[in-house]
């Protein structure tokens, strides 16, 4: 599709967001939350939907996601209900899901979103709601179908914008910012491969300038950051290919083929939902006072903008480089915690430090896909291995060798330079010594080098560097090695 006819035509995008919170246990019951079990084995009476059992509202649930409401500008309703979501599917054992329908706890926030450009775009935040998930019908046997209700009841908060996005770059923009909130608040993992975070758009288009909006799709089955941009780029291309040819855009849900790189409708009757909601007549309605509002205010961490701009104006480093220490916050809190730990706090050792953990350790955590807690590294050898640098007891070259050392070993840098003689040598007279036996050794070098060969120089280095181990000076060899080969 060509650049203009794309330009011609304005985008709408609405989405909802499902994040799975990271309770201990389930929504309504005591059942553990933890994934991995052997299937139906986090299950009890109240989550299988037994006859005569009674829910109660896990405590933890209600916290989460008032944290989230303040963390995005809305109103807590004071007092909300449950409702009952009426439909039939063999993985739901009730035959309704416990939600919230015409009273969502959350209500009319919103949050911002960064552009391209660096400016700040506001999003409306319609509704967040409680809900319970349902279990997971398993395919993979063959003709038979397996059910496991580990999942049934699990506890998630569905997080529904208003239509204020105007391009896939907006929804991104807006989803990973969902995603770093909810991870600073440590309610949800945000992982959107194992389906934490789950999404869902609505999306339209319509002529620029016009006010009407176009009829809208929904889109389903986009399960990483990267294919929400891409079934939003090839959905919005195919309403515009229907508008030009003349035809009309008809109402419904659009599956995502993540291969071909397509949306196509969805075949089955699930269009027809009437999910004949009704107040759910075994929960209480959940009441929420000013002091338990200010209670849960107080536990909201400084989140990952403002995080970004104090780490720029409190230890000088760019912007970008604060941006990607801040995008985890358990690398951000790795890295302050280092700098606590560091012996002589310079604009220097702060960035040297920097440095390392969006080098080595971020290579090794994308390496290994692990977090940086699970690397063993501890805070205060990467900054004890900055400061050996920073006063020249260790060369850089030494640092980087011994780096892979320091993963889950208790020995510090300190312990481990001593203990295999490491320590840089700068001693200006030994050094001397060996520099001029290099030249010694290598006479037809030293000839070339004479006859014009200047680039043979780095080879003396280089030489010399050897002959120590790599536990020179690299600045005292330079100056050493022109000093003497001048002399030769
Ligand atoms: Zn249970």
């Avoid at 006859?51 to 004071?78: D, Q």
């Avoid at 001029?436 to 003396?460: E, S």
């Amino acid at each position: 599709m060509t650049p203009e006819l794309l330009q011609k035509y304005e985008p709408v995008i609405g989405l909802e967001v499902h994040a799975q919170m990271l309770t201990k246990s389930k929504a309504f019951c005591s059942c553990s939350t933890e994934f991995g079990a052997s299937p139906n084995h986090n299950t009890c009476p109240v989550c299988l939907g037994h006859p005569g059992t009674l829910p109660v509202l896990n405590e933890n649930l209600l916290r989460f996601i008032v944290r989230m409401g303040l963390a995005t500008n809305c109103e807590i309703r004071e007092r909300s209900i449950f409702a009952r979501k009426n439909y039939f599917y063999p993985d739901l054992p009730k035959g309704y899901q416990i939600s919230q329908y015409e009273t969502p706890i959350c209500h009319d926030g919103f949050l911002e979103v960064e552009q391209k450009d660096g400016t700040l775009k506001k999003i409306g935040i319609t509704r967040i709601h409680m809900e319970e998930d349902a279990g997971k019908s398993i395919h993979d046997f063959g003709a038979e179908t397996l059910v496991d209700l580990n999942r049934a009841g699990v506890p998630l908060i569905e997080i529904v914008s208003e239509p204020d996005m105007r391009s896939s770059d907006e929804a991104y923009a807006y989803l990973t910012t969902i995603k770093s909130i909810v991870t600073y608040l440590g309610i949800c993992d945000g992982n959107m491969e194992e389906g934490s975070l789950r999404c869902d758009a609505n999306v339209s288009v319509r002529l620029r300038g016009a006010e009407k909006f176009g009829q809208k799709t929904e889109v389903k089955n986009m399960n990483s950051f990267r294919n929400v941009q891409r079934a939003l780029e090839s959905e919005i291309e195919r309403q515009i290919g229907l508008i030009e040819r003349g035809e009309k855009v008809i109402h419904e849900t659009m599956l995502f083929d993540a291969n071909k790189g397509v949306t196509r409708p969805m075949r089955t009757k699930e269009e027809a939902h009437d999910y004949r909601y009704f107040p759910e007549p075994d929960l209480l309605p959940v009441t929420v006072t000013t002091k338990y509002l200010d209670e849960v205010r107080s536990e909201i961490p400084e989140l990952q903008r403002a995080r970004r701009d104090r780490f720029v104006s409190e230890y000088k480093i760019p912007s970008y480089d604060a941006g990607v220490l801040t995008a985890d916050k358990a690398t951000a809190d790795f890295f302050e915690k280092s700098i606590l730990s560091l012996v002589k706090k310079s604009d220097e050792s702060i960035k040297a430090l920097s440095n390392y953990i969006m080098g080595d350790v971020m290579r090794l955590m994308s390496e290994r896909k692990q977090t940086i807690s699970a690397l063993g590294l501890q805070p205060n050898h990467l900054a004890e291995l900055v400061d050996l640098i920073q006063d020249k007891t260790i060369s850089n070259k030494i640092a980087k060798d011994i780096f892979p050392d320091l993963l889950g070993n208790s020995d510090s840098p300190k312990q481990i330079v001593e203990k295999r003689g490491l320590v840089q040598v700068t001693d200006t007279e030994s050094l001397r010594a060996t520099v001029r036996d290099v030249i010694a050794k290598n006479p037809n070098q030293l000839a070339q080098y004479k006859g014009g060969k200047v680039a043979l120089f780095g080879y003396f280095v280089g030489q010399t560097m050897k002959a120590t181990q790599g536990k020179a000076n690299p600045e005292m060899v330079n100056s050493l090695m022109k000093e003497e080969l001048e002399k030769a």
